[in-house]
């Protein structure tokens, strides 16, 4: 289902680029010497969370890792203008902690935990190296990215670290992610 | 006004409400796939004539988001690789171009209903003596669940874990401010062959008081003159800028050396409406890779 809709936003975009050609153009009334009539397209610059990078229940003293490959990865993408290149920053946290503040658990983010697929299939565990950028470090993304006719899917994995003697409960922490184009 | 110019302004006039509902209906594609913000434009522009602005932002998802409007500084800048950032500076901005102390955004805080639309509107109290220019600033359009839903442990002892996916879009905001004008200067460049990858460089240089927009096309010809491949790519100049660009070379029998063509000018930018362009010199340049 997710890759249908993938693919009818892909249609979607060939039309507007066509019509964006289009409309890009000036009018011009053949019988008139003089006048001409243009109109701009108005690009949009979206970034979207597809999935929630997603630990699910953990224990207390064991590691829980989700590759940046596995389904459970946190899933964001950006649409955009195509020849335009993205900068792009995560600001990730070092805990997360119960919503009263009285317990916090370790998590963090290993210098390959980002994978950037330029084809934005969406899916974290086909991608492969030659679909964008494999591994990056998300605390420094130093390749620009280029977004293709489906815009740019990036994909996070990370882990959580509890203590042996973490409380029980519910644990949260925001991942901030900033997207800039380069060329504007 | 004659019947044909009546005629063409109502074709104008027809292509600019495609032209939005071309937006949205790209927006709404998306609704049912994810949670997030569409914002449009991608640049602001204000000028002493025309100190106010709008921005239109659309929730794509179909969950109320939070979003908040600030601004920030941060201009593109790269490092010696080439490698170009957009670092944003949210306090003590020194930079005599920046804008960020005297632009407002109304409003600053919203919820945005499940495929609501919302207008941000900008508003520029430039100081009096403010120099002849361009003056910039970041709008940062930061976008989360209004509504996030913290799992709850399904037994005793248990421990589970949420995060929550906040998304910020940094938009260009452009204040112009009398006579105004860019000028590139190419101040170097060279192409290198290394694992059936062409690699450009260009260190260029603005003269100008405001930002040169524009498009740097490559074009990778062999010996003989057959075209290998091209590549295409939005440039923009605030000061100095060293930028790399990596051209893959396809499957072919191509004869070296091979010869790289530069094209960098302000035309031809799609994103951007003609009236709001500030057309800037055009530098061609040639160069045997290495």
């Known amino acids: 289902m997710h890759k249908q809709s993938r693919t009818k936003i892909s249609g979607i975009l060939v039309i507007a680029i066509a019509l964006m050609a289009f409309m890009g153009t000036s009018v011009n009334a053949q019988d008139v010497a003089t006048g001409s009539a243009t109109a701009t397209l108005v690009v949009a610059l979206t970034v979207a969370s597809g999935a929630a990078l997603a630990f699910g229940n953990v224990y207390q003293g064991v590691t829980k890792a989700i590759a940046n490959t596995d389904a459970a990865a946190g899933i964001f993408n950006v649409t955009g203008l195509e020849d335009a290149v993205l900068a792009i920053y995560f600001q990730l946290p070092d805990y997360l902690a119960t919503a009263t503040g009285d317990d916090r658990m370790v998590i963090s983010f290993s210098s390959t935990d980002l994978n950037i697929d330029t084809t934005a299939a969406g899916a974290p565990a086909g991608f492969v190296a030659a679909n964008g950028w494999i591994d990056e470090d998300p605390h420094n993304v130093t390749s620009s990215a280029d977004i293709g006719s489906g815009g740019v899917d990036l994909y996070l994995g990370g882990r959580v670290i509890p203590s042996v003697d973490q409380t029980a409960g519910a644990y949260t922490g925001d991942i901030i992610l900033t997207v800039a184009y380069t060329g504007s | ?290």
């Open chain 2, 1 to 290: 006004m004659n019947r044909s110019q009546k005629h063409l302004s109502s074709i104008a006039g027809a292509l600019r409400r495609v032209s939005v509902f071309l937006v949205f209906t790209l927006a709404l594609s998306a609704s049912n796939l994810v949670a997030g913000v569409l914002v449009a434009p991608t640049v602001i522009f204000l000028s002493s004539d025309s100190r106010t602005g709008r921005m239109t932002l659309q929730n794509l998802g179909d969950t109320p988001q939070e979003v908040s409007v600030f601004f920030s500084f941060g201009l593109p800048t790269s490092d010696s690789l080439g490698d170009v950032r957009v670092r944003l500076q949210d306090s003590a901005v020194t930079d005599p171009k920046a804008c960020l102390d005297w632009v407002r955004a109304f409003p600053r805080r919203l919820i945005m209903p499940p495929n609501g639309t919302q207008v941000v509107r900008f508003v520029a109290n430039p100081p009096r003596d403010l120099a002849d220019g361009e003056y910039w600033a970041r709008i940062v359009v930061k976008t989360q669940d209004a509504t996030p839903n913290i799992p709850e442990p399904s037994g005793e002892g248990q421990i589970t874990t949420k995060l929550n996916m906040v998304m910020q879009t940094a938009v260009m905001l452009k204040y112009r401010h009398g006579d105004v004008f860019c000028e590139l200067e190419l101040k170097g460049a060279s192409a290198t062959f290394r694992d059936q990858i062409v690699e450009v460089m260009i260190d260029a240089n603005n003269v100008g008081n405001a930002s040169y927009l524009g498009v740097l096309s490559c074009q990778l010809v062999d010996a003989t003159g057959r075209e290998v491949a091209t590549k295409r790519t939005q440039l923009a100049v605030y000061r100095d800028m060293r930028r790399r660009v990596m051209i893959p070379i396809p499957e072919g029998e191509f004869v070296r050396p091979f010869e790289i063509n530069l094209n960098i000018t302000s035309k031809g930018r799609t994103d951007i409406a003609a009236e709001d362009m500030l057309y800037g010199n055009d530098i061609e340049y040639s160069a045997v890779v290495e």
